[in-house]
């Protein structure tokens, strides 16, 4: 028996790969494109992976004490063991004031120091606003929020549409000239707090009373100004936040008997270990439990501590890893797929030239083993030199993503050691392995076009998969529809990678006599050559309907998404005037208002199993006043009364939710509050504009004691005749931007993957048929002929890829609009065009390029020749 490793293998992988170059320059581009993309896609993942909150103000403070920032539920799914699920809250979990006098007990604590967060606002403008409408020409511009959906833009992966857009002009009722008000939010902490970073003063002294403060440095302002109503008599380093008294810092959290977190400073010598295992110690004896759900009060230290200092940065974190391990599985589907697609037409173009070697006495393992080194090769190298590239696409990326404002959560660190550059040359194994495997079914003895029954067999049943997964979408709801819809559009992609060689032959049957218009001999020959090479055909149609699907149902999924969600916005958002920086009470007093509600924006998290699995979704909810939505806000009720949202206990719930949980007026759900307290509300209304306002509409009394900053959003109102229209008013989910952003990016880069696979795949096949080509003109083909029949197939390739490509996005993408909106998919004109265009371009330039070049090699040859 031979040895793949003969040296009968290795001169046949040698000499076949030096005469194939031109054939292999296809594959080792999409290679190591491919490896680029997973390569930055895995420093991704591990950055994020490694992410955490950061440490600021308890820098100084080896171990912080603060109340649990997750909420847990544990269920059974379907034949399994229990599983417990984990969910982030971004509104402040507070812990027991008592707390303090626990630690200050505990041996080798030098101090333990009470940390309380407020907020405090500043009002700006003047000429207090009348009764006559008017927008104001002074400061203050009350800003508006966007109409965003805030659902996930594709099957599979959700990525959180909407941003902030659109301003209101004027937050006051002015006659014409009168001046809006502007507020200003500072950010409030005890001065007894600040060594806990440590902050220091630079210039003044410490706040001794009420009306006096200190302002960090990055405020700008110095000792002797006025800010918030306080006479300012230090400066400190550190960022802008205003320090006041213990006492007064407790009077303005408005939360008596608990305090945000406790930092603990240890003795000189005390180890942080020993220090937080005695911490742990005491307060597992003392029995302390938060404010909230009564859970265990933590003990962070390292970087831990940073959770208690941004709230938001943990869940966000958690959000992006999961965005980022679900796009993961598309990414290495439409990897596997282009791979295998260009290695096994490589390897099928020489099928004569292995059939020869076979006959002359190589047996079938000396040929795959000479065909597997040979990829191997190309893959290794090309795939490494990609890998390598992605680091530093990965880092400017990462530089870029930092550097716009806003997009990453406050507080989030994504680090990127040197140590994680080494998971760059476990992709490229990866790849070149992937690679390596697909020789073990390309390289097989083919049989004649025509046959190969399991494959069809293979392939219809996948076709059958996808239409059924398909089904399975409209059924659910939420991210079990888009990751029935997704599955279904790379289950059918893959079927038509099978079905390709019968697709493209019933496809030029059908086009066989409109290519006859065309010209009798170039008609001909496009028909006859589809005939006689559909193995051909049908893999140059694979990618062609790989980049038309995808780009369809990933575009076409956040549009319609988007598209729904402005449209139930405009039509629930009923106010004249919209205010920041207020309250409803306040604008209820001004003339010409007739009906004003607060908007207050948080989240709950809902307990539910989805297909037998159980889950915990983090929803953004909105908190209103019910005797002041009547003018202001139309939720589009299908079942009961807002006006019920007027006692206490209850809930409003979008009917997409209220249908999968079984809820009705009268009937209840258990929801847990931003800072985790169950709650058992009762189901007052069921409303149908749930993608612009959430899932959920709560009282603002019910909302406002469990969130970190109850104040109010934005007010609506109404009654003001001739008033300006207002922003719509819509939920956003917290770290949309940042997730829209990556999801987007990913989108592009495996578009781009996509179409260098049309060109890799047409370019291979070029190369291929140079000699059938050649042999068409010794025969009396003139360049004209030839030019004709290669358009007519690049039409063909072009209205067939896009034709299939259609109706394989279409499938997963009615089943997700129909889950997600009740309607149909819609996608932008522009777009739509944009996919047509880049389609033809692509093939146009795959199908011609190749020809051109060998074209003008041969003019080359000719002058060369004529010379001598």
Known sequence: MSRVGNPAVRLLAARSLRAHRKAWTAVFAAVAVTAALLGTLALALGS???????????????????????????AEPWGSEPRTETAGLTERVRIPAATVDVLRAVPGVREAVPDDTFVVRERSGSAAPTAAPGHGSGAGTGTGLGSGSGRGTGPGHGTGLGHGAGTDNGTGLGTGTGHGTGTRVYTGRSWEAARLAPYRLIDGREPRRAGETVVGAGLGAAVGDTVTGRRVVGVADGPAVLYVTAGEARRLAGHPGAVDAVGVLAEPGVPVDALHARVRAALDAAGLKDTAAGQPLRALTGDGRGAAEHLGAPPARTELLQLLAAVSGTVLLVAVLVLASLVAQALQQRVAERELLLAVGATPRQVRGAAGREVTRVAGAAALLGALASAPVFLALWSALRARTGVVPEGLELPAPPWLFAAVLVVAALVAGTTRLVVLFAARRPGRPGKGGARRVAGLALLVLGVGSAGTATLQGGDAAAAAAGAATVTLVAGCALLGPWIARAAMTFLDRPFRWFGKAPGRLTAAGAAAHSRRLGAALVPVVLVTSFALVQLSAGATVERAAAAQARAATTADLAFTGTTAERVRELPGVDAATDVLRSSVVLARTEAGTPRLDRLPVLGVDADGLAGTLDPGVVAGDLAGLAAAGTVAVGADTAESLGAKPGSTVELRLGDGTPKRLRVVAVYERSLALGEFLLPKAELAPHMSDPYPARVLAAGAAGASPVAPEAVTPPGA???????????????????????????????GRRGELELLRQVGASAGQLRRMLGLEAGFLTATGLLVGLVVGALPLTAFAWAFTGGLPYLPPAQAGTIAGVVLVTVVAGVFLPTARAASARAASARTASGR
């Open 48 to 74: 994020v992976g490694l992410g955490h909150a950061r440490v600021e103000r308890y820098a100084a403070a080896p171990v912080v004490v603060a109340g649990d920032q997750e909420v847990r539920w544990t």
């Open 737 to 767: 931007e940042l997730n829209g952003i990556v999801s987007g990016g990913i989108v592009a880069a495996i578009g781009g993957l996509t179409v260098l696979s049309v060109l890799s795949t047409l370019a291979l096949i070029g190369a």
